[in-house]
């Protein structure tokens, strides 16, 4: 009888028990993207709401955007989103956030703050995609982007797509960010974004009624991030050369001239479809020396050289062309980030792996020391393909006319 009396109140909690931390859809407004400011001494949060309507009726599909865009302000993060009470009727939910633009000037107060905010709110995810943006982020959030009803989802799939077919830019996650200022070096690179074209932003629905739009958002230079703060910018082609460094190109295509030096027109190309860099450091005269040996396999595009391709020592000049305009373009890199003193080529991280007793004498030094490591590129290139022509289109021509 005992053993009844203490069974029958954990059967009843049972029967009773429900969806205790359950979400109403009404009650909530989904944020599908995030933008970070600072402007007056507060920070600035913009969040892009999704509009629930717009997605599911079609008919309202070209009449109104499928996302509101809106802002609160103050002095701390959790400040500026309690405000947001004062101008929804709809507790934000970041749950489904997929990502957060930092503007240039939140970026050089720094990202402390944001991220000791995703750190400590369990409604975040470690796996949102961060951005930055050399304007304000909220204009980013407010352009709406062709073929994508929600311009944050949008944006999302542009970086996957980048990652995949260019790799000039790699899809940086708040837990990569983390992992990377939180790790040896403290240093991080991120994707840039801007808008391109006029100046007439494309905030309006029917504007995309056009064939055409006056402005686009466009991935566009890296952000180097050192402790938490940006300290710099670095181009599309240094930014390539970073990813070479750092074993992150996955596909992409490199066009190369017919010229040994590589000043002539650059009217070749190679699709390169697996890529693999490794880093050796050692130390020589007092110095760090960093070995680079990457590897490349490809399928030639364009050849608009000299030579015949079914010969294979054309193949192997051709070979060394494409080398060393991809040493040409590690140089680059290399050049940026060592301008800039950011360890973002994870070289510190190479000293720390392989010397860890070394690494813990110079750790403190090592943004001073680091500009001075001297780099030495390795490269091999393989042509797995050169298509069906074994010469160019114009010999192939002659040869048709004689």
């Given at each position: 009888m005992n053993k009844w009396r203490l069974l029958l109140p954990l059967l009843a909690c049972l029967l009773v028990t429900g969806c205790w931390n359950r979400v109403e859809l009404n009650d909530i407004a989904v944020i599908s993207a995030t933008g970070i400011d600072w402007k007056d001494g507060n920070w600035v949060l913009s969040y892009?709401?999704?509009?629930?309507q717009a997605i599911s009726s079609q008919s309202a599909a070209g009449n109104s955007a499928a996302v509101n865009v809106f802002s609160t302000k103050g002095e701390s993060f959790r400040s500026a989103v309690s405000k947001a009470s004062q101008e929804t009727s709809r507790r934000l939910y970041f749950s489904h956030t997929q990502i957060v633009i930092i503007g240039q000037e939140a970026a050089r107060k720094g990202l402390g703050p944001f991220l000791d905010t995703y750190l400590r709110n369990h409604d975040s995810r470690e796996t949102v995609s961060v951005?930055?943006?050399?304007?304000?982020?909220?204009?980013?959030?407010?352009q709406l982007i062709p073929l994508e009803k929600i311009?944050?989802?949008?944006?999302?799939r542009m970086i996957t797509n980048e990652e995949m077919n260019s790799s000039t830019f790699r899809q940086m996650t708040v837990h990569q960010v983390l992992l990377d200022l939180l790790g040896t070096t403290h240093a991080t690179g991120l994707p840039g974004l801007t808008v391109s074209g006029a100046n007439e932003s494309v905030e309006r629905a029917e504007q995309l009624?056009?064939?055409s739009t006056p402005s686009k958002v466009r991935l566009s230079e890296m952000a180097l991030i050192a402790g938490d703060k940006l300290v710099g910018w670095i181009n599309n082609e240094e930014s390539q050369g970073v990813m070479w460094l750092t074993n992150h190109v996955k596909k992409t295509t490199i066009p190369f001239a017919c010229d040994e030096d590589g000043n002539g027109q650059k009217s070749s190309s190679i699709r390169i479809t697996h890529a693999k860099t490794e880093q050796y450091p050692r130390q020589s005269n007092g110095k760090w020396v960093m070995q680079i040996?990457?590897?490349?396999?490809?399928t030639l595009m364009e050849y608009n050289c000299e030579g015949d391709l079914s010969k294979p020592k054309q193949v192997a000049k051709v070979e060394k062309l494409i080398e060393g305009e991809i040493s040409s373009i590690m140089e680059q890199g290399w050049k940026a980030v060592r301008r800039h003193k950011a360890d973002v080529v994870g070289f510190g991280n190479a000293i720390h792996k392989k010397y860890p007793r070394q690494w813990s004498q110079i750790s403190e030094s090592w943004p001073e020391m680091f500009p001075d490591t001297e780099v030495k590129l390795s490269v091999k290139v393989k042509i797995n393909s050169t298509g069906m022509s074994g010469s160019g289109f114009k010999k192939e021509q002659k040869k048709g006319s004689k």
């Open positions: 892009q709401v999704v509009i629930p951005y930055l943006s050399k304007g304000s982020a909220r204009r980013m959030l407010e311009p944050g989802a949008a944006i999302q009624t056009h064939t040996e990457a590897s490349a396999v490809g």
